[in-house]
């Protein structure tokens, strides 16, 4: 009975201990003084945990699942961060958009916030940091690390811009309409700024003000999909038909019928598509829309790139689509990928993935820690094209007085046969056999 108390006793005291070590938690990547005994024995076996994991997923197949155990287990041993995610635990930016892209929000936020403070308060990472917290919905820490740069010269129309947003999406309107009319007087070419001013001045009661903020986002950015939002809205209201008609229609211009929000980096986010071929044959023309959103650093050239891969054959094919502009922030823009299936394309359930690559920098944009993702399912049939009958095709190409046996044969696309003889004499004879699925040539 003793024997048993305590043992009891001992569990209940690891467990006692295990919970006040997750109350008062720091995370040892964050916590150059170390932290107490029951913090220790938290990582000790929430560690433990992960990279046991981690190493069960291995064989799994999910790259990304094995990617965010692998993550969590770097949380509680940052010594293996390198080892386990390839980025050094001293480039806190690089970890938040990393753990961000995985998932793992509140992680990201603490990294992110954790990079703020020890930054230097020149040059774009500041807000590149600030732009990084709003994705992951932090408008506390925006709030908070916006207020440390408005306090220093000069004034930047961006600052405000986040000052005043972070305070809007917390409700403080009155105060977020006067940074945001500053952001908007300092640099009067950001179509966004001119949006979230008129929510700001919208909330406040002043409609015709912040209809006219509205008109401007769009005159600057025609593809800025908030402004036309907020205008078919204030034009259905004021019984105004012709301008609601023509918001309805630049609206819908730019909504995609499959919505999405998959963000790539801090340069842009995948808003949805437009796709409703369920079945195509060998042959057939794919049309595929994209619509793309650009973030506060959208900068440079991105170049979306379509992987297909075929049920039926274990290889991958890839297409490349135009090289647009990186979109401007708030703005949306339609890339339309209108390509014939490759003929080398196995026929059976197709599954066409996307990556974003960026021709100047020559990689990849990464998303939830991987460069592609799956973005639609469609079925292959074959596309076959009768040909001539084998006698005639044989005539057609050797001449009359060539031989033939066999059937009559239908060629299609990725099927044909097609031999170049470089030598200059005249052809005598040729004699191709089927040897399983594959073929053999012999002249």
């Not at 996307?354 to 596309?383: C, Q």
């Amino acid at each position: 009975m003793k024997k048993r108390l305590v043992i009891i006793t001992a569990i209940i005291l690891l467990v006692a201990i295990s919970l006040i070590g997750f109350l008062s938690y720091t995370p040892p990547l964050l916590n150059d003084r170390g932290y107490n005994i029951p913090g220790w024995i938290y990582n000790f076996f929430t560690y433990a945990y992960y990279s046991s994991r981690m190493e069960w997923l291995k064989n799994g197949g999910d790259v990304q699942a094995r990617r965010r155990a692998a993550a969590r287990a770097a949380w509680h041993r940052p010594d293996r961060m390198e080892e386990l995610l390839g980025i050094s635990d001293d480039n806190l930016f690089l970890l938040g958009r990393e753990y961000a892209g995985l998932g793992l929000n509140k992680a990201a936020v603490q990294l992110f916030r954790a990079a703020f403070s020890g930054l230097r308060p020149a040059g774009p990472m500041p807000l590149r940091i600030i732009s990084n917290l709003a994705l992951l919905g932090d408008w506390s820490g925006v709030a908070s690390a916006a207020r440390e740069l408005i306090k220093l010269p000069p004034e930047s129309g961006r600052t405000n811009y986040w000052l005043g947003r972070a305070l809007l999406e917390r409700g403080e309107a009155d105060q977020a309409a006067v940074f945001l009319r500053k952001a908007v007087s300092l640099d009067p070419e950001f179509a966004d700024a001119f949006y979230q001013s008129g929510r700001a001045e919208e909330e406040l009661g002043s409609r015709d003000t912040a209809l006219a903020q509205y008109q401007q986002a769009v005159k600057i950015l025609p593809g800025h999909r908030g402004g036309w939002s907020a205008l078919r809205r204030l034009y259905q209201e004021n019984g105004e038909r012709a301008k609601l008609e023509e918001a309805e229609s630049r609206l819908k211009n730019l909504t995609p019928e499959v919505p999405l929000r998959i963000v790539w980096e801090d340069r842009l986010i995948l808003r949805g598509y437009n796709f409703s071929q369920s079945e195509l044959r060998t042959g057939d023309r794919l049309n595929l829309t994209l619509f793309i959103e650009g973030r506060e650093f959208s900068s440079g050239k991105v170049q979306p790139e379509l992987t297909f891969s075929s049920s039926s054959h274990p290889g991958r094919i890839s297409l490349k689509g135009k090289i647009i502009p990186t979109p401007s922030m708030g703005e949306v823009v339609k890339v339309v990928v209108s390509r014939e299936i490759p003929l080398v394309l196995y026929p059976g359930s197709i599954q066409m993935d996307i990556s974003i690559y960026d021709p100047e920098l020559g990689g990849g944009l990464e998303t939830g820690g991987a460069k592609s993702l799956g973005l639609v399912s469609f079925k292959l049939t074959r596309g076959w094209n009768s040909c001539l009958h084998r006698n005639e095709l044989i005539k057609s190409h050797l001449g009359s007085g060539v031989r033939y046996q066999g059937e009559e044969t239908l060629h299609g696309p990725g099927r044909e046969l097609m031999s170049e003889c470089k030598r200059q004499e005249e052809i005598t004879g040729t004699d191709v056999r089927a040897v399983g699925r594959r073929g053999s040539l012999y002249i």
